[in-house]
């Protein structure tokens, strides 16, 4: 089955600076590729997701690449802010899977002022 | 517009006791659903999903099952807890023909 791999595990920076936050899959035929931010106790909540056919994507301070070939793809976040710190996992799915979703392991952002 | 229901939203459980977790669905129809678990400071894992009622698709044998009795009910269930259950439970939905998955609240449980 699928693999995502994510790293760094923990990533702290001081307020302003970038963030990069990368996650590597192991299934070619993967072709969905999310990003969730989970806040202390809560819910995880898609902050933004990219889909095979794109090499790139914006939102405002937020980014997501991919490069297919070397089946990798990162979250960039620029500007950081102290609301930025809290957990933020990669996922894929695709191929035949129903939209199930294979999550790494996460990554605790932590922004200090 | 959809919105996404669990409860109860925490529990604590002993050992060897039963356990019934309930999601719905509002304002949708015919979702994809998913049960997932996120062990304190781990990933989620996908226990289970389901595309249409009575359909069901486990992804990690334990003692844990799942259910979908109407459109927009997913319920999980265990006859025994374990120690091992103990986590978070989310569950998520997601239109057909779309990709995005949606999480509800989540239910905590401690099983002691």
């Known amino acids: 089955g699928e693999n995502v791999e994510q790293h760094p595990s923990t990533l702290s920076v001081q307020e302003g600076d970038s963030a990069v936050i990368k996650c590597t899959y192991s299934?070619?035929?993967?072709?969905?590729f999310p990003w969730y931010k989970q806040e202390l106790g809560k819910r995880p909540q898609l902050i933004i997701d990219?889909?095979?056919?794109?090499g790139e994507k914006k939102d405002q301070r937020i980014a997501v690449t991919l490069n297919k070939t070397a089946k990798h793809f990162s979250l960039h976040i620029t500007e950081t802010q102290p609301e930025d710190s809290a957990v933020y996992f990669c996922?894929?799915?695709?191929?035949?899977?129903?939209?199930?979703?294979?999550f790494g392991q996460g990554t605790i952002l932590t922004v200090h002022p | 517009s959809q919105t996404i229901h669990q409860w109860p939203a925490t529990l604590v459980q002993p050992v060897g006791s039963p356990l019934s977790l309930e999601c719905t669905v509002e304002?949708?129809?015919?979702?994809?659903l998913y049960w997932y678990r996120q062990a304190a400071g781990r990933g989620l894992q996908l226990l289970f999903y389901?595309?249409?009622?009575?359909?069901i698709s486990s992804e990690v044998p334990q003692n844990l099952s799942a259910s979908r009795p109407q459109d927009r009910q997913f319920i999980l269930s265990s006859k025994k807890l374990l120690l091992s259950d103990s986590g978070f439970y989310l569950c998520?939905?997601?239109?057909?023909?779309?990709?995005?998955?949606?999480f509800g609240p989540g239910t905590r449980l401690t099983v002691l």
């Open positions: 389901s595309v249409g009622i009575g359909q």
């Open positions: 304002g949708t129809s015919n979702p994809n």
């Open positions: 990219i889909r095979s056919n794109v």
């Open positions: 299934d070619s035929a993967s072709n969905y």
């Open positions: 996922a894929s799915a695709g191929g035949t899977s129903y939209g199930k979703l294979t």
């Open positions: 998520a939905w997601r239109s057909w023909g779309t990709d995005t998955q949606y």
